[in-house]
């Protein structure tokens, strides 16, 4: 697993917890918090499919 991703992941959870109650951050908060979550789901799937970095983004050749 990359160790930014989670540390990222974890510290978006924190401070959501920490300052979701004034309502104004909220958003913003939720925002960072879906795209830490969808930075490592990214990072669990290259794991998972054993595919480097790049080969997600490329289309199949025919």
């Known amino acids: 697993m990359n160790r930014p991703n989670l540390?990222?992941?974890v510290?978006?959870?924190l401070l959501m917890s920490l300052?979701?109650?004034f309502a104004g951050l909220a958003p913003?908060?939720?925002l960072l918090l879906l795209t830490a979550a969808v930075w490592f789901a990214r990072s669990l799937w290259q794991i998972l499919t054993n595919q480097p970095?790049?080969?997600i983004a490329?289309?199949?050749k025919p």
């Open 11 to 13: 510290f978006g959870l």
């Open 7 to 9: 540390t990222i992941f």
């Open 28 to 30: 913003l908060l939720l």
């Open 19 to 21: 300052l979701a109650p």
């Open 58 to 60: 490329e289309k199949p």
């Open 53 to 55: 970095e790049s080969d």
